[in-house]
C-alpha cells in the first residue's frame, strides 16, 4: 500500500480544507512547533480507525474537531480522506474516508460506499499498516515501545507480521 493523498477538513487545526498530495520517494513535514505536524500523523491514525481519544490526544473522539480559535468559530465536523494505491493482489486504488460530526459519531466510506469500522480496520491490517502499526511512529512513542508490558509488545510484533488481521477475522468467526 501507498499513501497518494492526504485530504483534511476540520480536523484538529486544519480547519481549512487541505489536500496534500505525497510523491514518491521520501517526504519531510517541516514547520514550528505547534504548526499541525504531529496532527498529520494523527489524521492518518484517526482515518485508519483509531478510537482511542487519548492517543488522540483528547478527552474525547470529538476533540478532533476543530475546536474554534479567537478569530474563528468551531466548526461541527471533521473529515479526513486517505488515498492510496497498490492495495491488494491486483493493486488497486483506494479512498477510505472517515467523517465525525457533533454529537452524531462518526462514520466510514471506501469508495464512496458505507462501511464498517471493521471493514477499515480489515483493508488496513491485510496491507500490515494501520491505526496501530509499528509504521506509524508518533512522538514519545519509542519509550513506550521500550516500556511496554510483554502482552502488549506481543501485540506490535503481531502487527508487524502481518497477523493482526487473522485476530480480526478469528475474532468475528467466535462471535457468529
Ligand atoms: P511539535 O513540533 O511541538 O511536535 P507539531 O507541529 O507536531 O508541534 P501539533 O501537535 O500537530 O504540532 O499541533 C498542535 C496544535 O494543534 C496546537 O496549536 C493545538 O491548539 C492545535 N489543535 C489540536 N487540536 C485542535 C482542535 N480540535 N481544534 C483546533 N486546534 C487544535
Ligand atoms: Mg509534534
Redesign the pocket.
Known sequence: MRIRRLRLSG???F?DASDLVIEQGLTG?V????????????ALRWTMGENSARSM??AAME???????ATRP?RDFAEVSILADEVGPEGEEVEVVRRIERGAGSAYRINGRDVRAKDVALLFADAATGAHSPALVS?NRISAVISAKPAERRAMLEEAAGIAGLHVRRRDAENR
Open positions: 480536523f484538529k487545526s480547519v513535514v514547520g514550528p512547533n505547534g504548526c499541525g505536524k504531529s496532527n498529520l500523523l494523527e490526544r483528547g476533540d478532533v474537531i476543530f475546536a474554534g480559535t468551531p512522538q
